[in-house]
Every structure is written in structure tokens, then in C-alpha cells.
């Protein structure tokens, strides 16, 4: 006779700020004693957040969390794990050369007068290997496991300490069908044992697999928790993506589509199977959605020479263009607006000049000489084109905010006139202001005829800039619309496509 | 605006320039004879061929890496250049001409092998100079049979003692050297490229540029230095000798570190490499003048590496603070 379930974890009110970003606002959910609690929303809706504050490496601005009855706020991960609250992270985080015994117990190694007891080491994590169901010898050399091996390694080692919760990010991103079956009925008999688990995952069928309830999270605000016996897949995915926007996005007509100015033809990303094909038109903005890891940046970069390819060609205006390295890409006039801006776009320790003739060095030199004149001209004809809020044109980018800096990367491929332009997230951590006047710039690059094709997370975003979008869903194409069927529900469903098609493959 | 581009850097070298004149004064103080023209002149020979070989090694240490070969190398050109030097066949002038042009083609060979060796299998340029600091001692002494070389030329030999008012002649050489690296560093594409490489290499690849070559090409230019070090030294011990050279390489690292160029790359001029290389040099001097011992030196010249680095580095952390308000 189960009255009431009881609370492992209660969440009031928790709220994480970062610098420009609400990463949580208001969160509040209660975690079952012993269910397995799946957390959906897109990239970015605050799953990882929450995840990160549970096991103590962010700590919440506002709110509380009362963690069996006890009020819990960890400072740092020490606390959570002595707690009993683990984490087994999408990237696996086990020391490749030392044994699995030795990983498992790494913490807290077994010792007699200081040195290692091998003995008891190899006799415990025996059990621990026993309990998630993997039959080998303690001593094999992490390195010697496939991934789904690794991963169970992960969850031993996550259980060893008495875990009451257990934690999984996106557990079965990279495993197959037959092992995804393997890990669910380990979760299933954790289950039983009394362990509670929070389980976030992309792959929507899941949820009915093996989760009880389900946290819909959008945009760091919690949409909603539903039994997964009574919510479908059309349901959830109307969750995560929410409302229409309002237009704050300046979608115009195409002024003039000219004929194909750069195409891609079966092109295979390294580590890759699946050819990728696409074309773009002159003045047009392809946008590419799909999630975090579906191959977005992976085929860019590629195309881009940044990252080596297995095969495909790549044209512009017709005529192919041999790229093996990003000189190459440049050279012919594409050039890519990297994801990760301060690590791959620009030089934060140099000046916006610098930074602003880094791609066309030759145009403000003679003979190996440096114009600085020139440089110093052109640098504040584009400060002064894109209103790059900086005291001169000598100041350091580590000095400039996220937008300005953004812009001066622009500023740099403007400079160098390309004629395809590819931007990766080109948004991503800048406020809203500065994301309307680089979506106007976008269009007046389109107008000019030139070729743009824009990565992005922001949903909303992407629908609202381009004129035709393509998803990419595992690794492949799983459709393209034009702006007249553009639908948020249809390409998220695209997004998840191949991901639901896995499990669906499994189940028949 | 094009006056604080230029005054930014001079005031970094402005205080290492303010440390080597407190220190000059202290040594005039304390011995008498530290301001004499004559050992003024003997410290500006003294810190020449360091200095040269340090404008070489700041190219290398710019990018983020280092060369530990430069005196093994400096022994084997000199191998090289007394070879050709003293080849009877040869009459004086050609045989100048041809033993520098040596000197400068090995150190140079050495220098690509460095440079190509570490970009092609992608070898931290530590590990490749420190087996070339043993192929070029190595080769040095197989080709000169472990024999010292001398009996130059006369017209050679008198080149080395040659002075203007008291400023020797391999001293002009290593100003020359010092303001051609300035040059290169601040005026020139390839200049811009070294830093854009040191602070961001990978930036300046997506950015479409192959930092491959500017890197090899840093240590060619560095294995020139090297070539020409080996003849100013040539000039001035009248030898040479595969034994010549020995830990060249940390008394030059010493004077780029001391001259405010970070280890890891990116920041750092030519001016301060030669103001690091003028206070070991003064260092060295003033501290036997003033009866320090051999050992004693070497503890000291340790320890101020070591604070120079430590002033350096707060520095940097305050003016970037300062700067972001």
C-alpha cells in the first residue's frame, strides 16, 4: 500500500545566472525516491546546469534543494559524491592506461601501511563489475574496452561509493542498439536496488523505455513533469520547443536568387560514414539545424579544410576547388566563422587591427612590409561599418565584449571578401541587441550575392534568417525545408529522426 | 593612435632598461673600474655574440618554442668555417668569404633541420633541438677529429681586435643584428605573422595561412644567427674548436627571458632581448669586479632569471587588469 512516494530530491526555486544568460530560472522539481526521472530540452535548455548544480560543480544563484529531507548545497563535487550523488558524463572521464580496478576505486584506493592492496582492490571491484553485469578481469587496461565497456566501467565506478543517485548524461549517444538493451536492464536492476536515477537523454523513444516520469525543460524554465505513461513523443517535442517566437528576426524575400554559387557533393567526415550533399545559391541563407554532435560543425569543418576528410568534392561557381587545408577554403573564397570564437576565430591578445587584416595581410603590405596606415584605415572603416564599440583601433580584443569581438571576426572575412560564408553559432553568448544587427548584416551580405550558410542551436533563430533549412539528424541529412514549410515542430522531429529510428530499430 | 602602438612596448622595455641602468650604476659605485672605457669595451665584446645568438633564439621562443642546439651548432660552424678558413688552396679573400658563407649554411641546414623536423611529425621543438645539441657536438668533433683549428689569416684575426672609440667591432655587428630583428619583427608580414602565430596558432590557420612555414623559416633564421655568432667568436678566440659553445643556449634564453618575452609565446621584442642580454653581460663583469667568485656568479645570475621572470609576470596580470577598466 504505496501512499505517497517519497522525496529524494525537492528543488525550489533554483535559479543560475551566467554573464548574459538565464541558465536557470525559477526550477522547481521533486525527484522520486527510486524512479528513473528522464530530463529532456533542447541544447541549451538547462539540463547540464541543473546536472552541474545537483553534483556540486556550478552553485545556484536563488533557490533551495532539500536532498533527503536535508537541506544541500554542494560546493564542490566531494560533496555530492559524499552525498551518494554520481555522475557518469557523456565524455568518459577514465584514466585510459590504468587498470579497471584501479579506475573504479580511484578515489578511495584499498591500502595496507600505505601502499596498494591489490588484493582487495581486484576482490571489490570484482562485485562492482558483477553488478552492472560485465564479465571481465578486473586488471584489463581501460584501453583495451570498447566504449559501451567503458561506459559500464563508469557506472561501477559511480556505484562504488553506496551511490543513492545515479546520473546519466546522455548515456547511450555512442552505443549500439544491442548494448543500449544491456545498459537499460542494468538501470532496470538498479532500479530495484533502491538506486534513484536521473537520466537525460536526446533520444526521445527512450523516455518510454525505461524512464517513470519525465522533466520537460525549455530555455532554463521547467515546462513540465508528466508520467511517461501518459505523454506521447508529438507531446513532448511541443514542450521542448514551445510558442512561436515573436518576429524579432528581419526574415526578407530574397532580393535576387542568383544561380548555384557552392556545392558539396558526398562528403565524408572523418570517423564518418555518411556522404553529405548540399548546394547553395547566391544571395541565400541556408540555415543547418539538428542537435549538439548530429555533424553540423563536423561537415563545416570539413568542408573548410580545418579537419581532414575521407571524400568528397566541394564546388564554387561550378568549378571544383581542391581544399586540403583552410589556405585552400580562403583562397577560394569560403571561409568558416568558427564555433568556439576566443579558442579558433581571433587573437585575444592582439589588437582589432591585428585581428581585423590577419585573413587578407597582403592587401595592407607591399614587398613583406607592413602599411600600418592602411591597416589602421581599414580597421576603422569596419569599427566604424559595424559600430564595434572600441576605444581604438589598437586595443586589445581581451578588452571587448562577446558582440564586439564577434564582430571583429566578421570584420576579418568581410576584409577578406569571400564569396560562400559559413557561420557556426554565430550568436552563440551574445546579447540580443548585437544578434539583430548581425542578423542584418547577414541579409546584406545575402543581397550582395554572396552564398551564406548558418549553423545554429536557436531554433526560433535559424527559421527566422534563413530561406531554406537542412537538418541534420546522427550524422545525416534528414530533410530540408524551404521558408514557406518552415514548421519548428517538423524540424525538431527531423533533428530527432535518426535518433528515434535507432531505438525504434531496437524495439522491432 | 599610431604613437601608442608604438609607446605600449617601449614601456615595457623602459623598465628593463631602468633595471640594467641601476644596476650599471651600483657596479660603478661599487668598483671603481666597471665605467673604464677599457672594460666598457670588454663588456660590449663580452655580450656580442650572446646577443646575436639571443635575437635568433627570440624568433623561436615567440612562436612558443625554443632551440636548445645553438651551441653545439655555433661549435660545429666554426668547425666548418676554420676548415675553409685555412685551406692553403685558397687565398685570403675568397677564403673570408667562403668560411662565412659556411658558417652560415650549416647553422642555417641545422636551424630547417630543426624547424622541419618539428613540424612534419609534429615533435615539440624541445625534444628535436635537444638531439641536434648532441648530432652537431657530435659532428663537430668527428670532422675536426677532436683537434682545434686556428692559425687563421692575419687580416682575419686583426678584424677581431678592431675598435671605433672604443665600441668593438663585433659589437657593431650584434647592434646591426639586433635592429635587423627589430625590423623584421615590427615592421615586416613576417613579423605580424610571428606573433599572430605565438599568441594563436590555430586562429591564424583558420584564418587561411600555413603557420608550418613561418615556423621552420623562425628556425632557419635562428640557425643564421647561429652561423654568424660562430664567426664573431671566430674573430675573437682566433680558434676554432668542437668544444666551443657550451650551455650558449641558456645564457641566450636567459637574456630573452630577462628581456621580458613570455615562454609561451606571442609577447615579447627584440629590444628587450637585447637589454637581457646587456644585463647578464653586466652582471657577469660587475659582479667579478667586484671579487665575486666564479661559483658565487652563477648563484646570482640563477637568481635574478629567476625574479626578473617573477617581476615580469606580475606585471603582465597588473597591466592587463588596469587596462580592462
Known sequence: MKIKPQKIFEIKGLTKHFPGVTALSNIDLDINQGEIHV????????????????CGIYQSDE????????????????????????????????????????????????????????????NESKKMLDEVGL????????????????????????LSGESKVLILDEPTATLTSKEIDRLFE????????????????????EIFDIGDRVTVLRNGLKVDTRLTSEVTIPEIVKMMVGREMESEYPYREVVKVGSEIFRVEDLVCQGDENPISFSVNAGEILGIAGLVGSGRTETMRAIFGADPKVSGKVFVD???????????????????????????????DMSCAVNTSLANLHDVSRSGLMNFSKEDEVTARYIDELSIMTPSVNKWLRFLSGGNQQKIVLAKWLYRNCRVLIFDEPTRGIDVGVKYEIYMLLWKLAEFGKGIIIISSDLPEIMGISHRIVVFSNGKISGERMHTEFDQEKILSLAYQEYINDGNGKKS | MYVKKLISPMLREAGIGLALLLLCIVFAIAAPRFASPINITNILTQISINTVLAVGMTFTILLGGIDLSVG???????????????KESLSVGPAIFLAVLGSLAVGMACGFFNGYVSERWKIHPFIVTLGMLNIARGAALQISQSRTIFKFPETFNALGSVNYVGIPFIFIIAITVVLLGRFILNRTVYGR?????????EAVRLSGHNPSIYKVLAYVLCGAMVGLAAIMYMLRLNIASPILGVGFELRAIAAVVIGGTSMSGGKGSMVGTFLGACIIGVLDNGLLLI???????????????????????????????????
Open chain 1, 186 to 205: 542494468i538501470i532496470k536492476q538498479l532500479k530495484k536496488n533502491g538506486v534513484t536515477i536521473i537520466y537525460i537523454s536526446h533520444r526521445l523513444q
Open chain 2, 291 to 325: 671579487g665575486m667568485g666564479d661559483f658565487a656568479r652563477q648563484i646570482v645570475t640563477g637568481l635574478i632569471i629567476i625574479i626578473a621572470v617573477i617581476i615580469d609576470t606580475y606585471r603582465a596580470k597588473i597591466s592587463i587588469r588596469t587596462e580592462a577598466y
Open chain 1, 63 to 122: 533557490g533551495e534543494i532539500r536532498y533527503r529531507g536535508e537541506e544541500y548545497a554542494p560546493k564542490q563535487t566531494q560533496d555530492a559524491i559524499k552525498a551518494g550523488i554520481r555522475v557518469v558524463y557523456q565524455e568518459l572521464n577514465l584514466l585510459t592506461y590504468l587498470s579497471i580496478a584501479e579506475n573504479i576505486f580511484f578515489e578511495r584506493l584499498p591500502s595496507k601501511m600505505g601502499l596498494v592492496d591489490f588484493k582487495k582492490l581486484r
Open chain 1, 39 to 54: 530530463l529532456v530540452g533542447e541544447n541549451g535548455a538547462g539540463k547540464s546546469s541543473l546536472i552541474k548544480i545537483l
Open chain 1, 135 to 158: 564479465k571481465i578481469s578486473p586488471k584489463t587496461p581501460v584501453y583495451q574496452l570498447g566504449i559501451a565497456q567503458m561506459q559500464l566501467v563508469e557506472i561501477a565506478k559511480a
Open chain 2, 72 to 86: 653545439s651548432v655555433l661549435a660545429l660552424c666554426t668547425i666548418i668555417a676554420g676548415q675553409i678558413i685555412t
Open chain 2, 193 to 201: 605573422m610571428i606573433y599572430a602565430i605565438g599568441n594563436n596558432e
Open chain 1, 318 to 348: 561550378g568549378d571544383e576547388l581542391v581544399i586540403k587545408s583552410p589556405k585552400d577554403a580562403v583562397n577560394g573564397g569560403i571561409c568558416l566563422l568558427t564555433e568556439d570564437r576566443k579558442e579558433q576565430g581571433l587573437i585575444l
